[in-house]
């Protein structure tokens, strides 16, 4: 079974720094892209970052290009996602998604972070 | 960057009853080497994650009921649902996956009449 379990959220002042973590399981996690995508609350849906297996390619949207960093680590099957001079617009539930190219098949259950003072 | 925008924001059917969403791209989604169009559904039940009903416009995912289908080309697209069960409320939301950055519609609210 598949599964991505996502930690590393919580409250950060804006301007501060987070760094989201993203465990799989249940596939090799090796052979696909992954991507982080967010959701403000009562909010609809925004891709924030996806990655190449062997991370030779990395896209990001442009509200984050600078602050955020997206990685992986194969050997640990973990995905993670450095994010710094956080802004309050950027609070949201961040989920960790499997993907085959662009499209997201299996996604995590989500860890919030909230930007405030 | 590719828009979606879904019609409507909001949709109420009663149960037994179809229920179709629509979604429109920005630009074509349909690519001229393979012929696919690289347009998602997704369904997201509360407290959920969003769950993958359809790929590639038209094709259903490993599970989910044959009363949900898709179609569409280029920009023009829909889902369907032949008859609505309970257990369908949910928001769903179109996507695209042609090019970067990736891109979703606003999302349809799916009630109960």
């Known amino acids: 079974e598949v599964q991505l379990v996502e930690s590393g959220g919580g409250l950060v002042q804006p301007g501060g720094s987070l760094r989201l973590s993203c465990a799989a399981s249940?596939?090799?996690?090796?052979?696909?892209?992954m991507t982080w995508v967010r959701q403000a609350p009562g909010k609809g849906l925004e891709w924030v970052a996806n990655?190449?297996?062997?991370?030779?390619?990395?896209y990001y949207v442009d509200s984050v290009k600078g602050r955020f960093t997206i990685s992986r680590d194969n050997a640990k099957n973990s995905l993670y996602l450095q994010m710094n001079s956080l802004r309050a617009e950027d609070t949201a539930v961040y989920y960790c998604?499997?993907?085959?190219?662009?499209?997201?098949?299996?996604w995590g259950q989500g860890t919030l972070v909230t930007v405030s003072s | 960057d590719i828009v979606m925008t879904q019609s409507p924001d909001s949709l109420a059917v009663s149960l037994g009853e179809r229920a179709t969403i629509n979604c429109k791209s920005s630009?074509?989604?349909?690519?001229?080497?393979?012929?696919?169009?690289?347009l998602a559904w997704y369904q997201q039940k509360p407290g959920q994650p969003p769950k993958l009903l359809i790929s590639w416009a038209s094709t259903r995912e490993s599970g989910v009921p044959d009363r949900f289908s898709g179609s569409g080309s280029g920009t023009d697209f829909t889902l369907s649902i032949s008859s609505l069960q309970a257990e369908d409320v949910a928001v769903y939301f179109c996507?695209?996956?042609?090019?970067?950055?990736?891109?979703f519609g606003q999302g349809t609210r799916l009630e109960i009449k």
């Open positions: 990655m190449k297996q062997d991370g030779s390619e990395k």
């Open positions: 998604a499997r993907g085959g190219g662009f499209l997201s098949d299996q």
């Open positions: 249940g596939f090799t996690f090796s052979n696909y892209w």
């Open positions: 630009q074509s989604v349909l690519s001229s080497s393979n012929n696919k169009n690289y």
């Open positions: 996507h695209q996956y042609y090019s970067a950055p990736i891109t």
